[in-house]
C-alpha cells in the first residue's frame, strides 16, 4: 500500500506564488468550499457596504483595469492626489509619476518597485483609458452592457423639509390624542363624583320614621361677640408725611447694582465654499476630513483610504457639505 502524502500549511503557502492567475482562483474557489463546510455551511464574510446603483459601472470598471493590468501590464502614466492642508485651508496637489509594468510569475508589477497596481492606481489609469477611448474601455462597454443589472424602480426620496413635516403632524396627532384621552378620564371623574353628590345629598333629605334630619350650615356668631367686635373697632389716626432725605444719605440709602458683564461666544465658521476640489483628469481623489483620509468622487461618495498601502476601504456613504 502506497504511502499517503502529507503537506502541511507551509508547504502550500510556499507553493502559491508559482501559480498563475488561473490557478489561484480555483485554489480560492476550493478553500471557501472548504471553508463552508468545516463552519457547517456558513463562510465567514466580511461586512460590505452596499454600492449605490449609480456607481455600480465605475466600481465594475475600476475592477476590470486592475484584473485587464495584472494580467496583461500598462505603460508609464501619471497619478495625481490632493489634500487639504489643515493649516493654510489650501488644497495641495501632488503628482506621482508612475513606471511601466514587467512581467512576473505572479502577474505584472512596477518595473521599480516590484509592487502590483493598487485599486486607487487603478482608478485613475482606467480614467486614461476611458478618456483615450482605448480598446480596453471598449471590451469593457460591450461586456458590461449584457451583464449589467437591470434598473430598479426609482425610488422617490423625500426632502428634509417634507421629514420635518411628516414628524411634526405625527406629534401633533399623539398630542391631540393625548388630550383627548385625558378629557375623558376628568369627564369620568367629575361625573363619578356628582352621582356621589347627589347620592349623598339624597341620603340627607330623607326623613327616617318620621323624624326630621337637620342639614349642615355655618354656625351662627353669639350675639355678645358681635357687639364685643363692634366695640373693638379703632380708627386710627392718618399716619404723618415723611420728610424726604438729604442727597447723600438718599445715595447711600439706594444699593449699587452690579456690573454684569455679557461673554461673547465665538463660534466656529464654516467655510461657505466647499474646500474639496476634484482634478480634471481624475474620477477620484484623496481627500482628508476631521483626521480620516477618504476616497471621494465627483458626486461627494465617500470610501476609506489607506495613505500607507495606497488602497481603498470600506464604502462610508456620501458627504452632503449643504
Not at 489561484?24 to 468545516?38: E, G, I, N, P, Q
Not at 439706594?254 to 461673554?263: G, H, L, N, T, Y
Not at 480620516?292 to 476601504?313: F, H, I, K, P
Request: glycine letters at 6%.
Amino acid at each position: 500500500m502506497a504511502a499517503e502524502l502529507e503537506i502541511g500549511f507551509e508547504q502550500v503557502i510556499a507553493a502559491l506564488p508559482q501559480l498563475d492567475a488561473g490557478e489561484l482562483a480555483d485554489v480560492m474557489d476550493r478553500a471557501s468550499s472548504l471553508l463552508k463546510k468545516a463552519i457547517g455551511g456558513v463562510a465567514a464574510k466580511k461586512k460590505v457596504a452596499a454600492i449605490p446603483s449609480q456607481l455600480e459601472r465605475n466600481h465594475e470598471w475600476t475592477k476590470f483595469v486592475l484584473a485587464d493590468a495584472t494580467m496583461n501590464g500598462w505603460e508609464p502614466f501619471v497619478m495625481r492626489t490632493s489634500k487639504l492642508n489643515k493649516e493654510t485651508q489650501e488644497k495641495e496637489v501632488t503628482e506621482v509619476e508612475l513606471r511601466e509594468s514587467e512581467e512576473t510569475e505572479g502577474g505584472h508589477v512596477f518595473a521599480d518597485t516590484g509592487k502590483s497596481m493598487s485599486q486607487g492606481q487603478a482608478m485613475c489609469y482606467g480614467k486614461l483609458l476611458r478618456d483615450r477611448n482605448d480598446a480596453v474601455w471598449q471590451d469593457f462597454e460591450s461586456q458590461y452592457e449584457q451583464v449589467a443589472p437591470k434598473a430598479s424602480a426609482k425610488v422617490v426620496k423625500k426632502t428634509s423639509q417634507q421629514v420635518q413635516e411628516e414628524k411634526a403632524a405625527k406629534e401633533a396627532a399623539k398630542e391631540a390624542e393625548k388630550a383627548r384621552k385625558a378629557a375623558e378620564k376628568e369627564a369620568e371623574k367629575r361625573r363619578k363624583e356628582e352621582e356621589k353628590a347627589a347620592k349623598e345629598a339624597a341620603k340627607k333629605s330623607v326623613a327616617k320614621k318620621g323624624i326630621i334630619v337637620p342639614q349642615p350650615r355655618p354656625r351662627s356668631p353669639a350675639p355678645g361677640a358681635a357687639v364685643a367686635a363692634v366695640a373693638a373697632v379703632v380708627v386710627e389716626e392718618e399716619m404723618p408725611g415723611l420728610e424726604p432725605l438729604p442727597a447723600a444719605a438718599a445715595a447711600a440709602a439706594v444699593p449699587k447694582a452690579k456690573a454684569i458683564v455679557a461673554k461673547k461666544v465665538v463660534k466656529e465658521v464654516r467655510p461657505a465654499v466647499d474646500p474639496f476640489k476634484l482634478p480634471e483628469d481624475c474620477s477620484h481623489n484623496v481627500w482628508a476630513w476631521k483626521g480620516t483620509y477618504y476616497l471621494r468622487d465627483g458626486d461627494s461618495y465617500l470610501w476609506l483610504w489607506d495613505a500607507e498601502a495606497s488602497e481603498q476601504g470600506e464604502f462610508k456613504g456620501r458627504y452632503n457639505y449643504a
